[in-house]
């Protein structure tokens, strides 16, 4: 959505100025905020007129595990008094983008079929970042379609070596 995005990138930019001393504390409090902003039911809440902007400041900020800092009540308190509370998901994501550019790093997002241990994470994380030649911030979601193997997600790079795509490649290849 071109209008979110246009919407949430000032948001996205004066939040990482403004805390370029502590990057990853905030990219912590607005991944919170950015999920909870996700919830349906909190966005008709925030847009009944009725509700104050105190009271969905509240709301929203008890669900940060650790509390917000000052520069997060006062931000958070900014996004809710210009209405834009919707687009904290695309801020926090236009954030770590920033974030992302300036260390040389990219998400990576593996998904596989069963859980993956810290061990097995670091092996799969490493083997990725030399394939894709970067470093990678690298998340796992489960995935019991996959049926085993694993596909990772880099931008817009996709390494699936899954055994559901290998039976999608032998279904392609008998029917050709």
């Known amino acids: 959505m071109a209008e979110l995005a246009t919407i949430a990138r000032p948001y996205a930019e004066a939040l990482f100025k403004a805390s370029a ?20 039911q909190l966005l ?25 800092p000052e520069n997060g009540k006062n931000f958070l308190r900014t996004v809710i008094d210009n ?31 069963f859980p993956i241990d810290e061990a097995g994470l670091r092996t799969v994380s490493e083997s990725l970042e030399r394939r894709f030649g970067r470093k990678l911030n690298t998340r796992v979601e489960l995935d019991p379609s996959l049926i085993g193997g694993i596909r990772a997600v880099v931008g817009d790079e996709v390494l699936d070596t899954s055994v559901k795509a290998r039976l999608e490649q032998m279904k392609a290849a008998l029917t050709a």
């Open 21 to 40: 001393s502590d990057l990853e504390g905030t990219a912590g409090w607005i991944d919170q905020l950015s999920a909870v902003a996700g919830n349906p």
């Open 44 to 68: 008709q809440f925030a847009a009944d007129p009725k509700v104050a902007p105190e009271q969905v400041f509240d709301l929203v900020s008890g669900f940060v595990s650790q509390g917000l």
């Open 83 to 113: 209405g834009r509370i919707a687009a904290l998901p695309e801020v926090a994501a236009q954030f770590r983008l920033l974030k992302n550019a300036q260390s040389g790093a990219s998400d990576a997002v593996v998904y596989s079929a």
